[in-house]
């Protein structure tokens, strides 16, 4: 069988998932059909939003579902008259088996990390929030448990230690996408090795990777300063860590942060406490330390560099961070 011939059925949602099918497509495979999730309202206007794969596979002219429920009748029927060979999944949604199972060559998926690390929603997000210093990309066969299946292919890139998340996302999606043709191209060619994730585990505990919810993103001066820095560029630019900022008076302003410099050194100040001069720098003390502040956003307003910030808006030494 050759890749024009190989009827693949891709599935995904967000622009991570973009790339892959962008080389499939470019590449020549043929991509019989694409699945991603139903519109949705977003925005203070709630226009409908199309995802990005929708979008992509809209000006490509390619068979388009969107199912609200993957095991609903009518999809079934509908997945199963594309007759894929061959199912791939980038960030889209945990899959009955009823459609995992159905091409005679399987189902596997791209997901972003080393597994069996990082298992979960928010494997990019995690991995430069727990300060690690590589991650990487993978490709396994889907089975029951989620992101468990035999590994087919995996790649490493060292993390820096100024990358925020939206760095390391792009470099994992252009490698991953290399990696979905690669492992494509091994199917066909019927070189695949997969490896049972057990044999992969070693001493190293396994550090799971749940989805970010808002409180996960509300920061905690009482940490350490690397902990602190890890969050804030583990969190940035999406969904961003914010804090609150309480006024002498005893008004709040939630802020988001993008950007920080971590300052180590020992102080008997509390947790929290702001310096600065109103001019180019905001320090907020943390346990060990202070976190300087270089890239934030009020509610409501834009995002600014401090010193942009501070032009316009009157923060003091009185200022505390909540």
């Known amino acids: 069988m050759t890749k024009e011939e190989l009827r693949i059925v891709y599935m995904g949602t967000p622009d991570f998932a973009v790339e892959s099918l962008r080389r499939l497509v470019e590449g020549g495979y043929n991509v019989a059909g694409v699945i991603t999730m139903p519109d949705k309202p977003a925005g203070r206007g709630h226009k409908i939003q199309y995802s ?4 992509y596979a809209l000006e490509q002219n390619l068979k388009l579902l969107q199912p609200v429920k993957l095991k609903d009748e009518e999809f079934l029927n509908e997945l199963h008259s594309l007759k894929a060979d061959l199912q791939i999944v980038v960030a889209f949604r945990m899959l009955p088996e009823v459609v995992w199972d159905m091409p005679k060559l399987g189902t596997f998926n791209l997901h972003a990390s080393l597994l ?13 929030i727990n300060g690690d210093k590589k991650t990487g990309v993978t490709t396994f066969f889907l089975t029951h448990e989620i992101d468990t299946g035999r590994v087919i292919q ?15 996302h792009d470099k994992l999606m252009t490698m991953g996408a290399e990696m979905v ?16 994730q057990d044999t992969m585990i070693c001493e190293e505990p396994l550090r799971p990777a749940p989805k970010i919810f808002k409180e996960t993103c509300h920061i905690d001066w009482n940490a350490p ?4 820095y890890n969050l804030i560029r583990g969190l940035s630019p999406y969904p961003a860590a914010w804090t609150e900022m309480e006024t002498p008076d005893g008004t709040c302003y939630s802020v988001k942060i993008f950007e920080t410099e971590k300052i180590h050194t020992s102080h008997s100040f509390n947790p929290g406490k702001v310096f600065t001069d109103g001019k180019k720098y905001i ?5 060990d330390g202070y976190i300087r ?5 009020l509610a409501g307003k834009k ?8 032009r316009g808006f009157n923060i003091t030494n009185d200022f505390i961070c909540l």
């Open 283 to 287: 320090d907020i003390a943390c346990k």
């Open 225 to 228: 300063a690397e902990q602190i």
């Open 52 to 55: 990005a794969v929708k979008q």
């Open 181 to 196: 043709l690669e492992t494509v191209d091994s199917i066909l060619a019927g070189t695949v090795k997969s490896i049972e």
């Open 293 to 297: 502040l270089k890239e934030l956003q």
């Open 303 to 310: 995002r600014l560099r401090t010193e942009e910030l501070l």
């Open 154 to 168: 995996q790649k490493s890139i060292p993390i820096a230690e100024t990358d925020n998340v939206g760095i390391v």
């Open 116 to 128: 069996p690390q990082y298992r979960g929603a928010a494997p990019i997000n995690w991995a430069v």
